[in-house]
């Protein structure tokens, strides 16, 4: 009992407001990494060479580099050059970045996978390429890149514990911060596991949520 | 455009293919195709599959790029490099493919209504009105709301025909419109396309039904070998043809039909 409120006086408001900035971070890069990904990905489809090109290196780099490198490189590496980014913007910068890498491939593999009929019948009524692209291919490939994108949103969630080693202090680093002090760490990281558990398991409800809300008959998701 | 002068007593053909020329991979697939359509005209085209009949609809439509040959739309003569030229060229050709193209993400009616919003930029609702009406004409007043998987392939070439026709097109052009569908859902799309006949739309036809051919065609072109070998009325081409490649091909396809029949 004198446990049970202890975390509830000491560790619970201090968790909050982790989880409250782990929000703060997770939601603007996860809306960032999307449309990253979905630039990036239909330059690598439709884009001309050089495009193709950027798009390719930068998802070889992002992808290629890992997170923690990526944001040691963001907060400690750029003041070198004269540029100094807050801990936040370190953090939501390099999983935007990173996130747009992996996002971009289920992108591309969805565009990929759209029949060419499509484009040119889009091509015969008049549309433009450009205009076709977003009229027409992406509104089907997302929907296919849908359940992959949304495990790239379950592994933002995990990975914004990263944005800890660089000194923001969310979720992770103020379970990390209170089991150093109390002393406690069974307790106090089991808690923040199943923090993130619950995050995970209510962004996938609303993925799946959102997949039969956009459901088209017939296309990819046949009931069974 | 660049306009092209004419005699003053001569027809202007409303669609005009002169020598195009098409290769894939060195090998060649047209070979100095030629063809006028005039308004009203119905041609069809005929011959064996890998002649080159669809590649030259996709070539008119300059959905493939051509090698070589000029395309005139009523004695202009079509600059597909120019891009804002070839996207009024092509809603002025209508295209119907073989396997029908339906957009999978919109019900029929958006299918239809997403070239008039999205290209001709008609206000929602008048896109809205034009594209029922269209449906109605070929009679899927009742499944508008239904996705293309919901819809059976005689429809879903109906859809299309209503998708084309919704972007008034002064020619259109059918690649093997009735290829895909099972035997009896071929006479609703050829229903549908005598209809369009009968109003008078100038049609460009690639098909295998030399029977519907020959009653609706003024004129078939016989293709084999990315070349036209003959052209004439119908009677002559399936009963009286000049050349043994023509005859020996209608006999078969004449043969076929009356065995399958």
Request: glycine share 10%; aromatic share 10%; proline share 4%.
């Amino acid at each position: 009992m004198e446990e049970l409120l202890f975390l509830r006086r000491e560790v619970a408001p201090e968790l909050l407001a982790g989880l409250w900035m782990s929000i703060q971070l997770i939601i603007p890069s996860a809306i960032c990494g999307l449309l990253i990904g979905i630039v990036i990905g239909t330059l690598r489809v439709y884009g001309n060479r050089l495009l193709k090109g950027f798009a390719g290196l930068y998802v070889l780099f992002f992808r290629g580099f890992p997170l923690l490198v990526q944001l040691y490189l963001w907060y400690f590496g750029l003041p070198r050059i004269g540029i100094y980014l807050s801990p936040f913007a370190s953090a939501v910068i390099g999983f935007s970045l990173c996130s747009g890498a992996y996002h971009s491939e289920y992108v591309r593999g969805a565009l990929q996978s759209i029949r060419r009929g499509q484009l040119l019948a889009a091509y015969s009524l008049g549309f433009s390429r450009t205009r076709a692209i977003f009229s027409i291919l992406l509104p089907q490939a997302l929907r296919r890149a849908l359940p992959g994108s949304g495990n790239e949103l379950i592994y933002l969630i995990k990975y914004s514990s990263l944005a800890y080693m660089v000194t923001c202090i969310e979720l992770t680093g103020k379970g990390s911060i209170l089991a150093n002090f109390y002393f406690k760490y069974m307790e106090i990281f089991s808690i923040v596991g199943a923090i993130y558990l619950l995050m995970a398991s209510v962004v996938s409800w609303g993925l799946n949520r959102l997949e039969d809300w956009i459901a088209v008959p017939g296309f990819d998701r046949p009931k069974i | 455009m660049e306009e092209e002068t004419r005699g003053m007593a001569e027809q202007v053909p409303m669609l005009s293919v002169q020598d195009v020329h098409k290769h894939f991979g060195g090998v060649p697939v047209l070979n100095g195709v030629s063809l006028n359509l005039f308004r009203g005209d119905i041609k069809v085209v005929i011959g064996p599959s890998g002649g080159g009949k669809s590649t030259l609809l996709h070539c008119i439509n300059f959905l493939v790029e051509l090698d070589a040959g000029r395309i005139f739309l009523n004695g202009v003569r079509v600059n597909h490099t120019r891009k804002r030229e070839l996207y009024a060229y092509r809603q002025k050709v209508g295209m119907i493919f073989q396997d029908f193209n339906l957009f999978d993400h919109l019900d029929a009616l958006h299918n239809v209504m997403i070239g008039l919003v999205q290209v001709r930029k008609l206000p929602r609702s008048e896109a809205r009105q034009r594209a029922e009406a269209e449906l109605e004409r070929v009679g899927l007043g009742d499944h508008m709301a239904k996705y293309p998987a919901e819809l059976s392939g005689g429809q879903k070439q109906r859809v299309s025909i209503a998708r084309a026709l919704a972007m008034e097109p002064g020619v259109m052009l059918l690649d093997e419109p009735t290829s895909a569908l099972d035997p009896e859902l071929i006479g609703e799309v050829h229903e549908v396309i005598r209809a369009l006949a009968s109003r008078g739309m100038t049609m460009l036809l690639v098909t295998h039904e030399i029977g519907f051919a020959g009653t609706l065609a003024n004129e078939i072109y016989f293709m084999d070998g990315g070349r036209i070998v003959e052209q004439g009325p119908p009677q002559k081409i399936l009963f009286d043809a000049e050349q043994a490649r023509t005859r020996e091909f209608c006999s078969k396809i004449g043969r076929l039909h009356e065995n399958s029949g």
